[in-house]
T-cell receptor, first 114, second 110 residues
């Protein structure tokens, strides 16, 4: 049973477009929501993360929007570039357990066309 | 500062063979994790450790064992490999919230 549901599975946008990737969760104990970026042949790397006490967080061209009541969060990439082409994973964890085990979504393969 | 390293990078096993994957980190992190990544399924936690000498089961622990005898190393063992264990395996370490991932090991079981 997937604890974090992610959509779409793949996404193709033109350079400069704003791809949006959506995630939903059920476990209200989750209190940490990171996004990881993975390039082919590499391990995932943290891109940006949010806690549920804020509704939005921006870091450069990347923005997380968080809707606690709907139990949904999304990643927006402003002014997307071909170098952003990668697979993106959302994740969630309950940091109060101590181990901070992450539950990942199934991933979105983003292609940015020049 | 190498971060998280994994050996080997690739391995092919026959059904029933055993092997050990090694993960090493040089960041003095307490927490270490083993994941497997399969197409369309994201990353799933196999086992994890919150400190030297401790291990615990994750989401998909069956068929795997782990050991953390030294703080910097986390070993993942397959005692009797099965084709269902064909996957890419990632190790990660963490000193807080962010997890740092290694480059992965691609394992094929025939």
């Amino acid at each position: 049973q997937q604890q974090v549901k992610q959509s779409p599975q793949s996404l193709i946008v033109q350079k400069g477009g704003i791809p949006i990737i959506n995630c939903a969760y059920e476990n209200t104990a989750f209190d940490y929501f990171p996004w990881y970026q993975q390039f082919p042949g590499k391990g995932p790397a943290l891109l940006i993360a949010i806690r549920p006490d804020v509704s939005e967080k921006k870091e450069g061209r990347f923005t997380i929007s968080f809707n606690k009541s709907a139990k949904q969060f999304s990643l927006h990439i402003m002014d997307s570039q071909p170098g952003d082409s990668a697979t993106y994973f959302c994740a969630a964890s309950n940091t109060r357990t101590g181990a901070n085990n992450l539950f990942f979504g199934t991933g979105t393969r983003l292609t940015v066309i020049p | 500062n190498a971060g998280v390293t994994q050996t080997p990078k690739f391995r092919v096993l026959k059904t029933g063979q055993s092997m050990t994957l090694l993960c090493a980190q040089d960041m003095n992190h307490e927490y270490m994790y083993w994941y497997r990544q399969d197409p369309g399924m994201g990353l799933r936690l196999i086992h994890y450790s919150v400190g030297e000498g401790t291990t615990a089961k994750g989401e998909v622990p069956d068929g795997y064992n782990v050991s953390r005898l030294k703080k910097q190393n986390f070993l993942l063992g397959l005692e009797s490999a099965a084709p269902s264990q064909t996957s890419v395996y990632f190790c990660a370490s963490s000193g807080g919230y962010e997890q740092y991932f290694g480059p992965g090991t691609r394992l094929t079981v025939t």
